[in-house]
């Protein structure tokens, strides 16, 4: 197989997994959730706080990762006492989320304005810039994580909008450029 076969197969691959991602947000959630969750009906959320030391509501973590702008990270934490809709969580954590114009609700193209419209993402191939119509490049995207209070971090089998998290977890938003980040930091 080419080099150029081999990376139009992995291309392909990652928009699938994008795909999949974008219809899971669009969907209802699922039966069995990555970890156990109590009735949504108990979820509210409150004031994000900045205060150092163990999280008591849910950790939200933003990172440009590959795209180094620090004015787009944060790390803050956000009060619920129940399961709470990632989207409801993020605004509490005053982080802006934009989709695209064919996906305006299902998938992340920006988070606190990054990556600019006017912003060169350099990758392997050359510079990318970002127009938030469709799906996002393959090979440069927002990744939407999640850590349990005692375990590893998982790529997020749902969107903003269906996602719960609950006391105790950890929500990131990563920014990946040719794979890398792989995931987010311990």
């Given at each position: 197989?080419?080099?150029?076969?081999?990376?139009?197969?992995?291309?392909?691959?990652?928009?699938?997994?994008?795909?999949?991602?974008?219809?899971?947000?669009?969907?209802?959630?699922?039966?069995?959730?990555?970890?156990?969750?109590?009735?949504?009906?108990?979820?509210s959320?409150?004031?994000?706080?900045?205060?150092?030391?163990?999280?008591?509501?849910?950790?939200?973590?933003?990172d440009?990762?590959?795209?180094?702008?620090?004015?787009?990270?944060?790390?803050?934490?956000?009060?619920?006492?129940?399961?709470?809709?990632?989207?409801?969580?993020?605004?509490?954590?005053?982080?802006?989320?934009?989709?695209?114009?064919?996906?305006?609700?299902?998938?992340?193209c920006?988070?606190?304005?990054?990556?600019a419209?006017?912003?060169?993402i350099?990758?392997?191939?050359g510079?990318?810039?970002?127009?938030?119509?469709?799906?996002?490049?393959?090979f440069?995207?927002?990744?939407?994580?999640?850590?349990?209070?005692?375990g590893?971090?998982?790529?997020?089998?749902?969107?903003?909008?269906?996602l719960?998290?609950?006391?105790?977890?950890?929500?990131?938003l990563?920014?990946t450029?040719?794979?890398e980040?792989?995931?987010?930091?311990?």
């Amino acid at each position: 197989m080419t080099l150029t076969k081999i990376r139009t197969a992995a291309a392909g691959s990652l928009a699938a997994a994008g795909l999949l991602l974008t219809l899971a947000g669009c969907s209802t959630p699922a039966a069995t959730q990555p970890r156990a969750s109590a009735p949504a009906s108990s979820a509210s959320a409150s004031a994000a706080s900045t205060t150092a030391g163990p999280c008591a509501g849910v950790k939200v973590i933003v990172d440009s990762g590959a795209l180094k702008q620090a004015a787009a990270d944060t790390s803050t934490c956000v009060s619920v006492d129940g399961p709470t809709v990632a989207s409801k969580v993020l605004d509490e954590a005053k982080v802006k989320t934009e989709g695209t114009t064919q996906y305006p609700n299902e998938i992340v193209c920006r988070v606190n304005g990054v990556p600019a419209a006017d912003f060169d993402i350099k990758h392997k191939d050359g510079t990318y810039r970002e127009e938030c119509k469709g799906m996002p490049a393959a090979f440069a995207y927002w990744g939407l994580w999640v850590k349990p209070a005692s375990g590893e971090w998982a790529y997020a089998q749902e969107g903003l909008a269906t996602l719960k998290v609950s006391p105790g977890e950890s929500l990131e938003l990563l920014f990946t450029v040719d794979g890398e980040p792989a995931a987010p930091a311990a």
